[in-house]
């Protein structure tokens, strides 16, 4: 299976925990981003990286969130001290820049539900 | 604030005929639009990108781009019941994608 994968796909935990999740991206990709959804809205935003440098950071990302692409590979997102407001879907996608394109394939998500 | 507006609908159409999907968008600046499709509880799954003003047809899908209007929309032929999903309009201002709310689909058969 060469797509986007994602783990785990669920994770449940009380208020104030701290939760990793990771994501595998496409091997060929150089471009990994992530993104939160909630019920009834767009994925917003959250980060992305190309290669292992993390490049744009949402502003509406609290400094209890961290991302890291060590050798731009696979990427983890920590979400530290977890409120019942981060819970959410968090998507995972990555994409292959050159020659201006700029298709980005999602992974399955990771549903976090904060109790 | 950089934008990407949809009705969110649902907009219900028999099965067969054509579905019209509609996306406005804020930033002027933006080269590359994309739709995407996802189910309930399921990931988006990409259908189209465009970048060029004009029409792009793949299939029972075609997308549409006016960047003077600051307006993308995507039209579903003959659609059928499986089509019924939510679809997102991505804009991609910078180097990173804003997504629009979606729209949700209902074919009925």
């Known amino acids: 299976d060469t797509g986007v994968s994602q783990n785990p796909r669920h994770k449940i935990t009380k208020r104030g925990q701290n939760v990793t999740f990771r994501c595998d991206p496409i091997s060929e990709h150089n471009r990994l981003y992530w993104y939160r959804q909630t019920l009834g809205q767009g994925p917003e935003f959250l980060t992305y990286?190309?290669?292992?440098?993390?490049?744009?950071k949402s502003r509406l990302l609290s400094d209890r969130f961290s991302a890291e692409r060590p050798k731009g590979s696979f990427s983890t997102l920590e979400i530290q001290r977890t409120e019942q407001g981060d819970s959410a879907m968090y998507l995972c996608a990555s994409s292959w820049l050159a020659g201006g394109s700029n298709e980005q394939f999602f992974g399955p998500g990771t549903r976090l539900t904060v109790l | 604030q950089k934008e990407v507006e949809q009705n969110s609908g649902p907009l219900s159409v028999p099965e067969g005929a054509i579905a019209s999907l509609n996306c406005t968008y804020s930033?002027?600046?933006?080269?590359?639009f994309f739709w995407y499709r996802q189910y309930s509880g399921k990931s988006p799954e990409l259908i189209m990108s465009i970048y060029s003003n004009g029409d792009k047809e793949d299939g029972r899908f075609t997308a549409q781009l006016n960047k003077a209007s600051q307006y993308v929309s995507l039209l579903i032929r003959d659609s059928q019941p499986s089509d019924s999903a939510t679809y997102l309009c991505a804009v991609m201002p910078g180097q990173n994608f804003v997504f629009g709310p979606g729209t949700r689909l209902s074919v009925l058969p």
């Open positions: 930033d002027r600046g933006s080269q590359s």
């Open positions: 990286f190309q290669n292992e440098a993390q490049l744009e």
